[in-house]
């Protein structure tokens, strides 16, 4: 009987490597000739005895964003144990994440697990805090555009389209139309905290389809998914902003349900709550952080994700 192999990995190092299939999977995988478009590799040093002892090399490849760059590999056909084992063989340096490949097919591959250090073109899409009010300097967004663009002022390009007020499913809805001019190799969402403040029954659900919708966004551009959790909430100072009502146990809960989706689905989640909490100082109104509040979220999100 021919076994099912129901999953698709794009290899592009050590994983094609007959020797290493086979000491992973028990024998050599089905696979065929596949590339990536819009990426490179560099150099990782691995420092694993056990990966170094399978492939033979302390040096693998992870894959880095780069407009025009194409990187020539091998898909893999896998099965649930085989997936698990190469889960299990490849370091933390990396994790699994959905890529589009240039024949139009997606396949799973293991990309950086710092999800913008690899990045060149990123567009942010979300709400006020996103936009960056109450700071002049353009909020925690605008300090990673101009750390990030500084980095490479050739290839690097950073666009805020966040906008006050929305919502994720403002964000999901609004987002398609607004990619395909900037070519963006990675879609940071950083919305939420209005939905958590709305009263409605099909919360979750709603929650649910906005992220799919995003996510499904995000692959037809192969750019990758990045998701950034709620901020912490000073109930005491917040107020009824036009009906909507701000509270850490909302706010809680949304980051909750951000995080389990996100793992669930295998797409980048970036906590933001810890920078702000019980600091009731670094927020203008129990909500908005102060310049000072967008710098301490500028810095823990450089130390997580780049």
């Known amino acids: 009987m021919t076994e099912h192999r129901p999953h ?25 000739p596949a590339a990536l478009v819009g990426y490179t590799t560099r150099p990782l040093p691995i420092t694993d005895e056990a990966v170094i002892a399978t492939s033979g090399l302390d040096v693998h490849l992870s894959l880095e964003r780069k407009y025009g760059a194409e990187v020539k590999g091998a898909v893999l056909h896998l099965t649930d144990d085989d997936l698990a084992a190469a889960d299990a063989y490849e370091v933390d ?117 906005s992220l799919a919708s995003l996510a499904a966004t995000a692959l037809r551009h192969n750019a990758r998914l990045v998701v950034a959790g709620p901020t912490w909430v000073d109930e005491a ?3 009824d902003y036009e009906g909507l009502c701000f509270t850490q146990a909302r706010a809680l809960s949304l980051r909750e349900s951000l995080q389990a989706w996100c793992d669930e689905h295998h797409i980048d989640y970036l906590d933001m709550w810890e920078p702000l909490r019980d600091n009731a100082e670094l927020l203008v109104d129990g909500l908005h952080p102060t310049p000072e509040g967008h710098q301490a979220l500028y810095r823990h999100l450089d130390a997580i994700a780049r």
């Open 237 to 239: 100072r917040t107020h």
């Open 8 to 32: 698709v990995l794009f290899s592009f190092g050590t994983l094609m490597d007959e020797r290493v299939q086979t000491a992973l999977f028990g024998q050599a995988v089905p696979s065929y």
């Open 93 to 209: 340096d990396y994790v699994r994440r959905r890529v589009l490949l240039s024949s139009g097919q997606t396949a799973w591959a293991y990309l950086d697990a710092k999800p913008l250090r690899p990045a060149a073109r990123i567009v942010i899409v979300g709400d006020s805090i996103a936009y960056g009010r109450c700071d002049p300097q353009g909020g925690w967004a605008g300090r990673l555009a101009a750390a990030h663009i500084a980095a490479n002022e050739v290839e690097h390009r950073l666009f805020n389209l966040a906008i006050p007020g929305s919502t994720l499913t403002d964000v999901s809805e609004q987002t398609p139309a607004l990619l395909a001019p900037r070519l963006p190799d990675t879609l940071l969402v950083a919305a939420g905290i209005n939905d958590s403040a709305l009263e409605r029954h099909d919360g979750p659900v709603q929650l649910e389809a």
